[in-house]
């Protein structure tokens, strides 16, 4: 990590130290830095709205444009997306500088501007996260470990909601406890639906309360090569045995990330 990026998020935690105001999602040398801030912006009737900023930083920033989600309670998807447009279009006049505090800034100054826009649209359909990046386009394909499932029947229809949503083919593949997740499609959107999966309360914990995922991990990612099979769509199986699940990942074209990856998960 570059030490005007490194200075950057420390002067961000800083700056956001109020209770759930910041927190880092992850961090990774080849993908950058994901985080969240917790804000509020004046909106339509001078009504404060919360606003939920997910920022991707990739290694290349700040000479490349951060990655933008926007989620709120309170506003429409369309309402989301405009935002979004805006907070890139005012990146784009920042590049080679750090920047998340002055977007911060921007959006909390301009959002009642924004929201009166008739671009916005009146949807009433509620915000989800949008993700915008300019690196790493193209068809990817990658696999997660989930540790288990408690909320299963809920959990499941979350899964098939956001590849649904993000335009996401693959396989949510149970074998024992064995929970696996593959997912095809443009990187931006299964970026984004890892931002969902890790921020959403989408299980339950031991004593039945909602809470987030905290134990997924990323297997395996890459881009789709031209022995890898095509998925027409995202199906949830369950097998009965090793050789069925085997056989999954060889008509996938993925026998060799099979063998690396999920033969370890067996005990």
């Known amino acids: 990590m570059a030490d005007p990026v490194r200075e950057e998020l420390l002067a961000l935690a800083a700056i956001y130290c109020g209770p759930h105001e910041w927190e880092v999602l992850s961090r990774s040398e ?3 830095t994901i985080f969240r801030i917790h804000t509020k912006a004046e909106g339509l009737l001078n009504a404060d709205i919360s606003l ?17 989600s926007i989620n709120s309670k309170h506003l429409t998807r369309a309402q989301c997306v405009t935002i979004q447009e805006k907070l890139l279009e005012q990146a784009e006049k920042l590049l080679s500088e750090p920047m998340v505090h002055e977007l911060v800034l921007w959006i909390q100054q301009n959002l ?3 929201l009166n826009q008739p671009e916005t649209g009146n949807g009433s359909e509620k915000c989800t996260f949008s993700m915008s990046t300019t690196v790493d386009d193209g068809l990817w394909v990658t696999l997660l470990h989930l540790d288990h499932m408690r909320a299963r029947t809920k959990y499941i229809k979350t899964v098939e909601k956001w590849a649904s949503d993000l335009s996401l083919t693959g396989r949510l593949m149970f074998l024992g406890k064995i929970i696996l997740i593959l997912l095809q499609g443009e990187r ?4 984004e639906y890892l931002i969902l999966q890790k921020t959403s309360k ?3 914990d031991s004593s039945g309360k909602k809470c987030k995922e905290k134990m997924i991990s990323v297997l ?23 050789d069925e699940l085997q056989k999954e990942f060889e008509i996938a074209g993925l026998k060799k990330i099979f063998s690396e990856f999920v033969l370890g998960l067996v005990k």
Do not use: M, W
Request: glycine fraction near 4%.
């Open 30 to 32: 080849t993908d950058g």
């Open 52 to 68: 939920e900023l997910v920022f991707h930083l990739p290694v290349s920033y700040p000479l490349c444009l951060p990655g933008i």
């Open 112 to 114: 009642r501007h924004i």
């Open 188 to 191: 931006n959107n299964i970026k």
């Open 202 to 204: 989408v299980d339950v």
């Open 220 to 242: 395996f990612e890459t881009k789709v090569q031209t022995e890898h099979k095509r998925f027409l769509a995202f199906e949830v199986k369950e097998y009965s045995a090793l």
